[in-house]
């Protein structure tokens, strides 16, 4: 069984940044998708970015040049490194996978392409 679990959320002044850990604990079979959801109060989830197992990403471009995703597969953990922060990326972020399959050739990919989903980590920008 795949848990996901979210960490390094919090509150920040616009311009600044965070970086959100994505901890994996049981296996993903290979290849696999992995990605960074958003979801702000009243807004649809969103995908924010997504790197598969051969290391290709892919982003919004409402966070290009922000926002890097990234992998660590010796610790099982997926990152976000956010930055140049905007009031506009207050959300709560949610990490997401499949196994079995690289990440879909179309963008942006939706909710039902995962399986696995965290709990989430909230993010709030202050202007």
């Known amino acids: 069984q795949v848990q996901l679990v979210e960490s390094g959320g919090g509150s920040v002044q616009s311009g600044g940044s965070l970086r959100l850990s994505c901890s994996a604990s049981?296996?993903?079979?290979?290849?696999?998708?992995m990605a960074w959801f958003r979801q702000a109060p009243g807004k649809e989830r969103e995908a924010v970015a997504r790197?598969?197992?051969?290391?290709?990403?892919r982003y919004a471009d409402s966070v290009k040049g922000r926002f890097t995703i990234s992998q660590d597969n010796a610790k099982n953990t997926l990152y976000l490194q956010t930055s140049s922060l905007k009031p506009e990326d207050t959300a709560m972020y949610y990490c997401?996978?499949?196994?079995?399959?690289?990440?879909?050739?179309?963008?942006?990919?939706?909710?039902?392409?995962?399986?696995?989903w965290g709990q989430g980590t909230q993010v709030t920008i202050s202007s």
């Open positions: 997401a996978a499949i196994g079995y399959r690289y990440c879909s050739a179309s963008w942006p990919p939706t909710r039902d392409d995962f399986r696995y």
């Open positions: 049981g296996y993903i079979y290979t290849p696999y998708c």
């Open positions: 790197i598969d197992s051969s290391g290709r990403t």
